[in-house]
């Protein structure tokens, strides 16, 4: 297969919209219409219970992981991986398959980081926490991670492909979470009795 036809093939992985279809299963309504109003596995905890939502961030995870490892195991190609990577964020925040209206890609994102490098999936994770708990404003803070990806790669000496995947997901959640950066948090434990 040419490496070209992966990030394709990632972007339809990505867009299965797991929330979407396991609320409408279990709880017969629709993700996005209470919350956050996205299609993330925290509403999917809010609607359907803590066990569903576990099920979806596997799924999410998932659909970031197979495609990557894919692409690193059958096409070895830079740039092939990190597109197929953010292909896979892309199809998750705008799914074909559920009118382009998705989740925020961090999970997925975090799939594919992980396929590619286990150690630099933990450096990003406690990146995002570290700056959940210092911004206390979890969209803000997403958006900073997103950025900070591939920086915080590079100082701690990863430069492989998930370097350049770490780039490429990066951009795309920090654009994503620019459209909740002045929401004001009321269903996490962190941002109860927030204002702003």
Known sequence: MPAIFL???SYFSGSLPFSVWVTRLVKN???RDSGSGHATTTNTIRQAGFGWG???LLLDLAKGFIPTWLAAKYSGETWAIALTATAAVIGHCWPL???FRGGMGLATAGGCILALNPLGFLICLGLLIL???TVRHSA???V???ILIAPTLWLFNIRDASFWAGGGVGAIIAFRFLIDW???YRELWLDRGKTN
Do not use: E, T
Request: net charge positive; hydrophobic share 60%.
């Open 97 to 99: 398959f559920a009118q």
């Open 140 to 142: 803000r803070a997403s």
């Open 131 to 133: 700056l959940v708990l």
């Open 144 to 146: 900073f991670a997103g």
């Open 182 to 184: 002045n929401r004001k």
């Open 29 to 31: 309504v629709d993700v």
């Open 7 to 9: 990030p394709l093939l």
């Open 54 to 56: 576990g099920l979806v």
